[in-house]
């Protein structure tokens, strides 16, 4: 699929849940795996811009959304000039067993991108970072 | 990508009716919904999710708003919510804090 160039703020994320389900679309997900795409790409896009961006502003100053289907998977790489930052290094939140009343919020978002696809990968190369997430064709849950 | 919700009050109870997709650009409506929902006395929060496509990280800390908003007691019932609604709210634990059910409670 073509690039998709996004300024960093919140109001891009509609364009990218566009962007992956014509995606999905032209891979075959199915509904539901489609929309566990979705749910891990708004959650990276949405902690770029909200965290990436937020403090110390890069010079880019957008995203790139790269994309592609294969015979067996489809896969989008979320591309940015942030701070450097590993979302596939990330702690699972430590008291997703507590009661929501002691909940801290945080953490959450990409902790549910990386249990949602079926693969993520991350490079930091010429400056960006570029986090891949992959979802294999032939699965359907 | 819209989002619209309803209130309605009955008793302790207040229904927050969810339509739409809550999502890091739309979760701000839900908070303040919340907020209005949390002038009363209130001992159950029902929400009602049949129409409601979509939930993200942003929808649950709205969850986790609406916990600390109300007393510690307050009982929270979501109503039929959708397959993957659900998943999600599971993925992250809250299914402890919460009940699932398929109708509204009354």
Known sequence: MSQLKLPAVIGSLREAV????????????P??????????????????????????????????????VESDQVWVRIVDDAPPFDPTRCQPPRDLDSPLADRTPGGLGLYL???SVDRMTYEYSGGRNRVTLFMNRSNTR | MSFT?????????VIITLVGELDATTAVA????VDRAAEGDVETLVLDMKDLTYLSSAGLRGLVFAKQKMSDGVKIVLVKASDEVERTIRMVGFHHSVVFSDHVPG
């Open chain 1, 18 to 29: 566009q962007y992956v389900d014509d995606l999905a679309r032209a891979g075959g997900l």
């Open chain 1, 31 to 68: 509904a539901v795996r489609a929309g566990r795409l979705r749910l891990a790409v708004e959650e990276l896009v949405t902690n770029t811009i909200v965290h990436g961006y937020g403090d110390s502003r890069g010079a880019w100053q957008q995203l790139l959304l790269d994309s592609g």
């Open chain 1, 113 to 115: 991108a990386g249990q």
């Open chain 2, 5 to 13: 919700t309803t209130l309605t009050r009955s008793g302790n109870t």
């Open chain 2, 30 to 33: 839900f908070r303040q919904e």
